[in-house]
């Protein structure tokens, strides 16, 4: 059988390669007929469905110039199918042999077509001597083996390179009949989200971390976070030991893409451990399981759950109607609810109609897991959740999205203040309690924004309740609504830079030996911002700074101290006089021209961005209305004044519990009722 006759087409496959409607082939099949060019005559009859010559065909469309492909000459192959192909589609052996010798191309950079069947063997075996990802599927090849090698340079040649062949071909997992790969498929936009969100979750933990995913079979997801992650990206795989179809397909399109992935040891129960900073992966149903039912994907995600610890996040797709929607089963509803309690489900986010292929009109939704808090109680522990469902999923709301995922990571302060754009937090007992959909619960711990009315009428609360009984002590603030088109301005600061209104200052490299804890100057770097009242105090002498540092410089007053790793962070510094340690730099606003900008504004608008975004010259900060900076800016100076003396009298009040609680309970002090004391007093006058 020559090169050939062994690539055929069927109609369908004649459209797909012309990039039009299938109705229309039939057109011109008809109307060509009797013409100077007519549509080539059938080659064969396979299962009842008429087969043309592939490259006849190809020929056809080039001359005639019919098609929207101008490509067809050379895209021919990977819309082609080999003899023996079921009329359904191409034999699952043919598909994995194709993409195991696809793998076997892009490993040795040979030409398979020129060996012979026993040279490929052994070429493959050298590739995959404890038989992973590609001998077996070769051999089961048979006498078929040097054909569909042959095939296999052609479909390389038609798309460029071996990984775009393969991935080709697995984009046409519709039209070859793959069941079990098209009752999963995940639309670009769904795979970009949980990619990207995987990436940015990577970002947040410390050192080289591991992206993981333990289901049978499911590579899109991982192949979406290599897309993502980029070549610079310092990332490491894992995959599940899975020895079925789907995983070793799974670790074929791996390593056809330059990635070796190790495996995990998952048990027959589904068990599994990974150690480590990881970010788990997973689609459920997934490609090697698609007839998951709402108990197993639960089971399969409390597997995920128990074996994590506070370095592991994971990202887990599936069906709206198991991951937050409700009725559930009382099983599923069970471990549902299980999986709530332990505090490790820190976002839920419901996702909009069609991302799944096959079902458009079943929604997906996101689990998001991440550290427990376990040192919170459970009655006060939060969840993050989201409804999407009838938003449109483009970029700009997968950004925003996955800024507040990001978010979501954080303790209760970090989450607080974070601005969201489409989340809110719930308390978990309180989604424990619901009936309802658990994205649609409402809780009186939601971060959700408040009204303009609303923070109307709780400033003025707030001022109420801190005024104390001393008229000339008490704070006079006061607020009105704005107008209702007002919106915030923000610009970014390599525009402000540019216009003059901010300046840039790298910080100072320091030497530890002329760092000390007591005297001198304040240091300000990463430690200083992150931790404010927690890190340790460090110092430098000004005559030690001038000497050894004599291009060194010092802060002024409302300049913003910044860093951008491990996340974002940003303290004005009131006082000035400081020295700042590098990485930490600053952000110096011109008195002269300020451009709307506030120092505390600025570094509030730095505290409030994901951990992950670190280019410091695409934040965006927010200007103030002239006419409200100087008001705001003494309004922020009085609040800040009694928050230091609150701080203070709470250091002055732990000091005098913990000496009267040491002092009374070693016996060195006695307590005495001074009310009991008065009363014993001799009244004034008596004897």
């Given amino acids: 059988m020559n090169e050939a006759t062994a690539l055929h087409m069927t109609l369908s496959d004649v459209a797909a390669l012309a990039k039009v409607q299938r109705p229309v082939v039939s057109m011109w099949r008809k109307r060509s007929a009797g013409s100077a060019h007519p549509f080539p005559e059938r080659a064969a009859i396979a299962g009842g469905r008429e087969l043309f010559d592939a490259d006849q065909v190809a020929a056809w469309l080039d001359a005639t110039g019919r098609g929207n492909n101008t490509e067809a000459l050379n895209d021919v192959a990977a819309f082609a199918r080999m003899p023996g192909a079921a009329s359904g589609g191409v034999q699952r052996d043919t598909l994995n042999g194709l993409t195991a010798l696809l793998t076997l191309k892009a490993l040795t950079g040979k030409a398979l077509g020129r ?72 639309t670009e936009s769904a795979v970009a989200l949980v990619s990207s969100a995987a990436v940015e979750l990577a970002a947040t933990l410390d050192g080289d971390t591991t992206v993981a995913d333990s289901t049978r079979g499911g590579s899109d997801l991982l192949m979406g976070v290599v897309r993502a992650s980029g070549e610079s990206a310092r990332l490491a795989f894992l995959v599940s030991d899975d020895d079925g179809g789907a995983g070793r397909l799974m670790r074929r399109r791996l390593r056809v893409h330059g990635v070796d992935g190790g495996h995990i040891r998952v048990d027959p129960s589904g068990e599994f451990a990974v150690e480590g900073p990881v970010v788990h992966v997973a689609q459920y149903p997934s490609v090697g399981a698609p007839g998951m039912d709402a108990l197993q994907i639960l089971a399969a995600a409390e597997h995920l759950v128990l074996q994590m610890d506070d370095q592991q996040r994971a990202v887990i797709i599936a069906p709206a109607r198991v991951l937050c929607d409700a009725p559930l089963a009382a099983g599923a509803a069970g471990i549902r609810s299980g999986l709530l309690r332990t505090g490790r489900v820190r976002a839920i986010v419901r996702l909009p109609q069609g991302l799944l292929v096959s079902k458009p009109r079943e929604a997906q939704a996101l689990w998001v897991l991440g550290p427990s808090f376990a040192e919170v109680p459970i009655a006060d522990r939060w969840t993050m959740v989201a409804n999407l469902g009838t938003r449109d999923l483009s970029e700009d709301a997968r950004q925003d999205l996955v800024s507040d995922i990001v978010a979501s990571m954080g303790n209760r302060a ?23 959909s658990l994205v649609e619960v409402q809780s009186g711990g939601s971060v959700r924004a408040p009204s303009v009315a609303e923070a109307v009428l709780r400033v003025e609360e707030l001022v109420r309740l801190l005024q104390t009984s001393n008229a000339e002590q008490a704070r006079s603030l006061s607020v009105i609504a704005g107008a209702p088109s007002a919106k915030a301005q923000t ?128 934040w965006r900060l927010r200007r103030t209305p002239d006419a409200q ?40 002090l006695t307590l005495t009722d001074p009310i009991s004391n008065h009363a014993a007093a001799p009244a004034e006058g008596t004897r």
């Fill in 414 to 436: 970090t989450v607080r203040a974070h601005s969201f754009r489409f989340a809110r937090l719930v308390q978990t007992r309180v989604l424990l309690a619901s009936r309802q």
């Fill in 115 to 186: 060996m012979g069947p026993d040279e490929l063997l052994d070429v493959a075996d050298e590739c995959d001597p404890d038989d992973l990802f590609l001998y077996s599927e070769l051999e089961n090849l048979g006498t078929s083996l040097a054909s569909t090698a042959t095939f296999a340079d052609r479909l390389v040649d038609s798309a460029y390179n071996a990984p775009a062949a393969f991935e080709q071909l697995l984009a046409a997992r519709f039209r070859l009949g793959l069941r079990e790969h098209a009752d999963t498929a995940l």
């Fill in 491 to 618: 610009t970014s600061v390599q525009e402000l830079i540019a216009a003059g209104n901010l300046k840039y200052i790298k910080g100072n490299r320091l030497d530890d030996a002329h760092l000390t804890a007591n005297d001198g100057t304040q240091v300000l770097g990463p430690a200083e911002l992150l931790e404010p009242h927690a890190a340790p105090p460090r110092r430098i002498g000004l005559l030690d700074f001038t000497a050894a540092y004599p291009a060194g410089r010092l802060t002024e007053p409302g300049d913003v101290v910044f860093c951008t790793s491990p996340r974002p962070a940003a303290r004005v510094d009131v006082e000035g006089g400081a020295v700042v340690v590098f990485p930490a730099r600053v952000l110096r606003i011109d008195d002269g021209d300020p451009g709307g900008l506030v120092p505390d504004v600025a570094a509030a608008d730095i505290n409030r961005l994901a951990p992950a975004d670190k280019d410091w010259r695409r």
């Fill in 629 to 668: 900076r100087q008001p705001l800016q003494n309004a922020l100076a009085g609040l800040q004044h009694e928050q230091q003396e609150t701080r203070l009298r709470l250091e002055r009040l732990e000091e005098l519990a913990t000496l009267i609680t040491d002092g009374v309970a070693g016996g060195s």
